[in-house]
């Protein structure tokens, strides 16, 4: 069964404090690997998306990466206003699968100043 | 250029009840995706809307319906409502056919709870 998990569920930072969100993810074939930003009460905003191992995207402080099992999104040198939930998702390959996707439980970053 | 909005933002219903929920898309889509997001976990999707037919459905019981219209606007329909029904209704956009990998844009969502 195709299946995210994001790890922390919480990460509490310093601001300036550089750090690493994980997301594992299991698939039968991977067209694509999404990261959003959600702020309370707001919908997701995308910010990358991913499509084979190796691949990285940067804007800002951010930076995502993959490889065949896991995403990662590098916050470097964080500011108050990076405080949000970020949340992954995959798209999987299969004629079943037009194009939903599969989100991880997200992760809550809270950047003190 | 308008992105994903939804309508109503704010709704308050009893169990049994019947909600009628709206998305309009963004400029260039013609694909929409519904999903619900309970709180504190990620979106689970619902279906998704393609040339105006369901081309993708979620684990989620019939009580559940949609529409696509033809300037590729949507409805979502959730019959004989459930306290477990409350959540936040969150609907997305993308270009291309419904095999697409193009991203998903998502609206503000609708927050429905049921008393």
């Known amino acids: 069964e195709d299946q995210v998990t994001q790890s922390p569920e919480a990460l509490r930072l310093q601001e300036g404090e550089s750090s690493s969100l994980n997301c594992s993810y299991t698939?039968?074939?991977?067209?694509?690997l999404f990261w959003y930003r959600q702020d309370p009460g707001k919908g997701p905003e995308f910010l990358f998306t991913?499509?084979?191992a190796g691949e990285e995207k940067e804007k800002e402080r951010l930076k995502a990466t993959l490889t065949k099992k896991e995403s990662f999104l590098h916050i470097t040198a964080p500011k108050p206003e990076d405080s949000a939930t970020y949340l992954c998702?995959?798209?999987?390959?299969?004629?079943?699968?037009?194009?939903?996707?599969?989100f991880g439980q997200g992760t809550t970053l809270q950047v003190k100043p | 250029d308008a992105g994903v909005t939804q309508s109503p933002t704010h709704l308050i219903k009893t169990r049994g009840q019947q909600v009628t929920l709206r998305c309009s898309p963004k400029?260039?889509?013609?694909?929409v995706s519904w999903y619900q997001q309970a709180l504190g976990q990620g979106p689970q999707f619902i279906f998704q809307?393609?040339?105006?037919?369901?081309?993708q459905r979620g684990n989620f019981p019939d009580r559940f319906s949609g529409h696509q219209f033809p300037n590729y606007s949507s409805e979502l329909n959730v019959n004989a409502l459930l306290l477990g029904d409350s959540a936040l209704y969150l609907c997305?956009?993308?270009?291309?056919?419904?095999?697409?990998?193009?991203?998903?844009?998502f609206g503000d969502g609708t927050r429905l709870s049921i008393l």
């Open positions: 400029s260039g889509h013609d694909t």
């Open positions: 809307y393609y040339e105006e037919e369901e081309r």
């Open positions: 997305a956009s993308s270009r291309g056919t419904a095999y697409s990998n193009q991203p998903q844009h």
């Open positions: 991913l499509y084979s």
């Open positions: 998702a995959v798209q999987a390959i299969g004629s079943s699968n037009t194009g939903k996707l599969i």
């Open positions: 698939v039968s074939g991977l067209r694509g």
